[in-house]
T-cell receptor, first 109, second 114 residues
Framework: DAKTTQPTSMDCAEGRAANLPCNHS???????VYWYRQIHSQGPQYIIH???NNETNEMASLIITEDRKSSTLILPHATLRDTAVYYC??????????FGKGTKLTVNP | NAGVTQTPKFRILKIGQSMTLQCAQD?????MYWYRQDPGMGLKLIYYSVGAGITDKGEVPNGYNVSRSTTEDFPLRLELAAPSQTSVYFC?????????????FGPGTRLTVT
């Protein structure tokens, strides 16, 4: 079973920041938080990952709380092409990647 | 680089038929994976490989077989297809192990068994 809890769906206005929350209260010390997204039945696409520090790349920012029990993926300026299902995944070591149902983000014009 | 490629894109099988889903990657990744995704659900791991000649079962391996004779290729074999195997199949690869690096996914194969 997935170790994370995400809202089923969210909406965001185009050009605004999209903030996608994820709860992972049972995360252990050696586990990373990964974010992937899947656009309309294409293969999932890696976005970002982190251990305990906040991370930023060209696609998004990842904010992890100090106790590591939750995190937020931020898309700073959402576009229509960001409409997708976003998966928050906790894994570490040799564990297998476990996808839950994710959050369906709809970016509205 | 082409990344991860999968063939065919679509396939319809009759119950009891067999087929091989092809997957290839040109990134020299040691790790490769097969997932299936049923409608409205997340991905489930079928089999994975940590290198040529080494494969292991994932969460839902029954009804499937794999082989890894080269670093580049990781075919998935369906024997005696059943309607329960109707799904979208994704192949993925990664440089590092599952807990340590991102995975790159192919475009998927949509399989219908009737």
């Amino acid at each position: 079973d997935a170790k994370t809890t995400q809202p089923t769906s969210m909406d965001c206005a185009e050009g605004r920041a999209a903030n996608l929350p994820c709860n992972h209260s049972t995360i252990s010390g050696n586990e990373y938080v990964y974010w992937y997204r899947q656009i309309h039945s294409q293969g999932p696409q890696y976005i970002i990952h982190g251990l305990k520090n906040n991370e930023t790349n060209e696609m998004a920012s990842l904010i992890i709380t100090e106790d590591r029990k939750s995190s937020t993926l931020i898309l700073p300026h959402a576009t229509l092409r960001d409409t997708a299902v976003y998966y928050c995944i906790v894994q570490g070591g040799s564990e297998k990647l476990v996808f839950g149902k994710g959050t369906k983000l709809t970016v509205n014009p | 680089n082409a990344g991860v490629t999968q063939t065919p894109k679509f396939r319809i099988l009759k119950i009891g038929q067999s087929m091989t889903l092809q997957c290839a990657q040109d990134m020299n990744h040691n790790y490769m994976y097969w997932y299936r995704q049923d409608p409205g659900m997340g991905l489930k791991l079928i089999y994975y490989s940590v290198g040529a000649g080494i494969t292991d079962k994932g969460e839902v391996p029954n009804g499937y077989n794999v082989s890894r004779s080269t670093t580049e290729d990781f075919p998935l074999r369906l024997e005696l297809a059943a309607p329960s195997q109707t799904s979208v199949y994704f192949c993925a690869s990664s440089y590092l192990g599952q807990g340590a690096g991102e995975q790159y996914f192919g475009p998927g194969t949509r399989l219908t068994v009737t």
